[in-house]
C-alpha cells in the first residue's frame, strides 16, 4: 500500500505528537507517508499499537480506547511491550520508530514479563 519512500521514512524521520490526540489514538505528525494505491480499503480488525495511515499521509496509533475495526491502510504495527511508552508520548516531543521482527518483539515482550515477575517476588519477600 506505501511507497519505499514511505517505508523509508517511517524508519528514519521524527513524528511529534498532535495535541488532538487522545485515548483512542495519538496522532502523529511528521513527513507525508505517499501511498502506492488511492483505493480504500474495507475496514479490517485493528488493536491497540496499529499504525493506520490518513488520507493526509500521516500517522494515527491507536491506543487503549480505539476501535475495533478501520478502513485506512496500515503501515505498521507497534510491539505490545512499548504500548506503556506511547501512552506517556508527549505532544510535540520527537519520536522515531524501528523495524523489527515478530520474533524480537517477542523476545521483548519475554524479557519485561521476567522482570515484571523478579519485581513481584522482591516486592512480596520484602513485605510479606
Not at 521524527?14 to 505528525?29: A, D, Q
Not at 478501520?70 to 501512552?87: E, K, M, N, S, T
Amino acid at each position: 500500500w506505501f511507497t519505499g519512500e514511505a517505508i523509508n521514512l517511517l524508519q528514519s524521520a521524527p513524528f511529534t505528537v498532535s495535541e488532538t490526540s487522545n485515548r483512542m489514538g495519538l496522532r502523529l505528525n511528521g513527513p507525508e507517508l505517499k501511498r502506492k494505491n488511492a483505493a480504500e480499503l474495507l475496514s479490517v480488525a485493528v488493536m491497540p499499537g496499529t499504525m493506520q495511515v490518513s488520507p493526509d499521509g500521516q500517522i494515527l496509533l491507536l491506543m487503549a480506547d480505539a476501535q475495533t475495526t478501520g478502513g485506512y491502510p496500515r503501515i505498521g504495527q507497534l510491539a505490545a511491550v512499548d504500548l506503556h511508552l506511547a501512552a506517556q508520548y508527549q505532544p510535540g516531543k520527537e519520536y522515531h520508530f524501528r523495524q523489527i521482527s515478530i520474533e524480537q518483539a517477542e523476545q521483548l515482550w519475554v524479557e519485561q514479563e521476567k522482570k515484571l515477575k523478579t519485581l513481584e517476588r522482591d516486592y512480596l519477600l520484602h513485605f510479606s
